[in-house]
């Protein structure tokens, strides 16, 4: 799949991989037993497994998908989790905390460390005390690293040059480092002819690190089995190009934020099963036709004037190659929603039900980024849902503009396309956050009360909890709102419920 002059990006619930394990199937879940295990024996378990395994027992089921992350709290081995947070004028010192490590490493098996993060909000250690400690941590046996150190953006006056580390530095060199996490620290010696692979490194995480396009490229090919790249606020990337021999076993990749981001290519990259993608338009961008995509998030911060038919393109050639018939999550904003309802002479219908039938067929949950809710954007989410022809689609969000994007009441508002028929009979979730009862969201509701037979509950996180007159409403449409308020098929709430969340809802957060 291919865009050239102008570009677009990506969304679920996906396939349980190594990193994000997810989801599983309903019956892999019926038959989990180990579940039924008191907690403090599952942490136990976890605790006599290498890192990397215990992270994929997340596959069990979802009670197992963040479980591995408490095996150093509950099961006496905390000392496996060592956790350093440097504070202005707080003890103990760097100088103590360096001792503290290295005293460690003495102590054989007995010192082994699992996790071991250092936050420093003031840092007080130089660039060779910052050598000395990766150096003891790797001693240690470390597996999951994470180093994060305040982010200081440069003065006129005074500039600030960001603390710089070797790759691979004696932590990343040795054996045992499989989880890697750096945030605001430079990085050199990417391109020394000393620098040795990463054997171990699966996962690496980098957030407002000043690599470039070069530079990055040589950080995959020095990590043969890397899995999981997630890229936040690297202002210094333009052009992220991914090939066949450094993404091999590559299967997520996460962007956002990346200020002068113009150019993605993972087309080669047919082991990727999870793309996710916020920022501003592309001027190029590459997917591969041939993986087979489990979650795919796209939202496109710019104006949709931009780059219309490179993403036109990329959309058509995703329903042409049916990359997607196993996507199980999707996420786009309502530029995209834009882009896939004009693409040039639309979809027929006996196209979009070959077409679709295939490549929303295992969809279970949507979720729309509404940058503007009127008209035209409620015509864009029919023309979206009829020609997807997602029938299993069971759990919907949609995310309103938190500031409403026109009056409550806007008598112009025609949305001018019929609502799809049969679209949404396995519907059974939706939740709408950001709900201010104009003219077009009460006419978005309405639909989903009609259409989706199977709905238990919809969500309505919104500032009234009484609902409001609105006029341009047909008083069908309105008694049939205050009919599921009042039976309770029609939840108010002016919190949102964390018990109620979208699969991408975090996605960034580890970034």
């Not at 699966?202 to 000043?210: D, I």
């Not at 020609?387 to 409403?404: A, K, M």
Request: proline share 6%; glycine share 6%.
């Amino acid at each position: 799949m291919s865009l050239e002059s102008d570009g677009a990006a990506t969304a679920k619930r996906p396939r349980p991989s190594a990193e994000d394990p997810s989801s599983h199937c309903e019956a892999a879940e019926a038959a989990d037993r180990i579940s039924a295990l008191p907690e403090a024996m599952q942490l136990h378990i976890l605790s006599l497994l290498p890192l990397p395994s215990a992270i994929r027992t997340g596959a069990l089921s979802r009670a197992w998908r963040d479980l591995w992350k408490r095996r150093w709290q509950d099961d006496g081995n905390a000392a496996a989790f060592l956790r350093h947070h440097l504070r202005p004028c707080s003890s103990p010192s760097s100088k103590k905390l360096l001792e503290c490590l290295e005293l460690r490493q003495s102590q054989g098996r007995r010192g082994r460390l699992d996790r071991c993060s250092l936050v420093a909000d003031n840092p007080a250690m130089g660039a060779r005390q910052f050598g000395r400690y990766l150096d003891a941590a790797a001693r240690c046996g470390v597996e999951d690293l994470r180093v994060e150190l305040p982010e200081k953006p440069p003065s006129p006056d005074t500039p600030t040059k960001a603390t710089t580390l070797r790759f691979p530095f004696p932590a990343a060199a040795g054996p045992a480092l499989a989880r890697l996490s750096l945030r605001g620290i430079g990085v050199s010696g990417l391109h020394s002819r000393a620098a040795r692979p990463c054997s171990a490194l699966e996962v690496v995480r980098l957030h407002s690190v000043p690599v470039d396009d070069r530079g990055l490229a040589r950080m995959l090919a020095l990590c043969p089995r890397i899995r999981v790249l997630g890229l936040h606020s690297c202002s210094a990337l333009r052009r992220i190009a991914v090939t066949a021999a450094t993404g091999r076993k590559l299967s997520s990749v996460t962007i956002a934020g990346c200020s002068w981001l113009i150019e993605v290519d993972v087309a080669a990259v047919s082991s990727l099963r999870s793309f996710r993608y916020t920022g501003g338009f592309l001027s190029s961008f590459y997917l591969p036709d041939n993986a087979a995509f489990a979650d795919l998030y796209i939202c496109f911060d710019a104006q949709r004037s931009c780059n219309v038919r490179i993403c036109q393109k990329v959309f058509s050639d995703w329903f042409e190659s049916r990359v997607c018939s196993k996507l199980t999550a999707l996420t786009i904003c309502s530029n995209v929603l834009f882009v896939v309802s004009s693409l040039p002479n639309g979809i027929s219908h006996a196209e979009s039900a070959k077409v679709g039938g295939h490549f929303f067929q295992s969809m279970t949950e949507l979720q729309l980024l509404m940058l503007d809710m009127k008209a035209p954007e409620l015509a864009n989410i029919y023309v979206f849902l009829k020609n997807s022809q997602c029938s299993n689609l069971e759990r919907l969000f949609v995310q309103l503009p938190s500031i409403p994007s026109g009056p409550l009441v806007d008598s112009s508002n025609y949305v001018g396309v019929e609502p799809p028929e049969d679209v949404l009979e396995n519907l059974k979730v939706v939740k709408i956050t950001n709900f201010n009862w104009n003219r077009i969201e009460v006419q978005l509701v309405s639909f989903l009360l009609r259409k989706a037979s199977s709905l238990h509950k919809l969500v309505l996180v919104t500032p009234s909890l009484v609902p409001l007159d609105v006029i341009g409403i047909q008083k069908e449409d309105l008694l049939l709102v205050g009919e599921a308020v009042a039976n309770g098929k029609i939840i108010l709430s002016k919190l949102d419920d964390a018990a109620t969340k979208p699969f991408h809802s975090d996605v960034f957060a580890e970034v």
